[in-house]
């Protein structure tokens, strides 16, 4: 059995990304600067760096499948993340395949949970970081610590009053913790 491992959950959008709502196609998808640096030194102090992402948008009809694994797979090769997690489904899509209720979606705890299938991770000293609310009481909801960035939505956008653990600009002062 391998020796487990913490890892940091990171949203995509706003985390590792520009937040641009939509991402339709590889083109669109701007990565921070600093992005591929955070991940590498995430990997140095022994975290996996896995993305955990909601993309309603497949369920909407505003993507394929398709088209977000090629996105995926640009920034994987870009960062150097070890995996990613999405969930394709929203209870009012238009796409009937992805039009449902579903424990992946965060706040739900589905895709920390696949990924714990595939990696040996140490959940409890784990971090979920992202720029909503959403990301938070995932993190929450799994028993783990929490950090919300402001270079997504950030607190000046936040859907409901949650209480992260850390709050910080961007990734990078959120490395300096780690």
């Known amino acids: 059995m391998r020796e487990k491992r913490p890892a940091v959950f990171l949203d995509r959008d706003?985390?590792?990304?520009?937040?641009?709502?939509?991402?339709?196609?590889?083109?669109?998808?701007?990565?921070?600067?600093?992005?591929?640096?955070?991940?590498?030194?995430?990997?140095?102090?022994?975290?996996?760096?896995?993305?955990?992402?909601?993309?309603?948008?497949?369920?909407?009809?505003?993507?394929?499948?398709?088209?977000?694994?090629?996105?995926?797979?640009?920034?994987?090769?870009?960062?150097?993340?070890?995996?990613?997690?999405?969930?394709?489904?929203?209870?009012?899509?238009?796409?009937?395949?992805?039009?449902?209720?579903?424990?992946?979606r965060k706040p739900g705890i589905g895709l920390l949970e696949m990924a714990c299938e595939t990696f040996s991770i140490d959940l409890k000293n784990s971090y979920m970081v992202g720029d909503r609310a959403s990301d938070i009481r995932t993190g929450q909801n799994a028993g783990i610590k929490t950090v919300l960035l402001e270079s997504g939505y950030g607190t000046a956008r936040l859907e409901e009053t949650v209480k992260p653990d850390y709050i910080f600009q961007d990734l990078k002062e959120f490395i300096k913790i780690l």
């Open 14 to 104: 706003g985390v590792l990304v520009e937040e641009r709502g939509y991402v339709l196609s590889v083109n669109e998808l701007n990565i921070f600067p600093y992005a591929e640096e955070c991940v590498r030194k995430m990997k140095e102090r022994n975290y996996y760096a896995i993305v955990i992402t909601n993309q309603s948008g497949i369920a909407r009809g505003f993507f394929s499948e398709q088209v977000l694994k090629e996105v995926n797979t640009y920034l994987i090769e870009k960062t150097g993340i070890d995996g990613i997690y999405y969930c394709p489904h929203h209870p009012k899509g238009k796409v009937q395949a992805y039009s449902r209720f579903c424990h992946c």
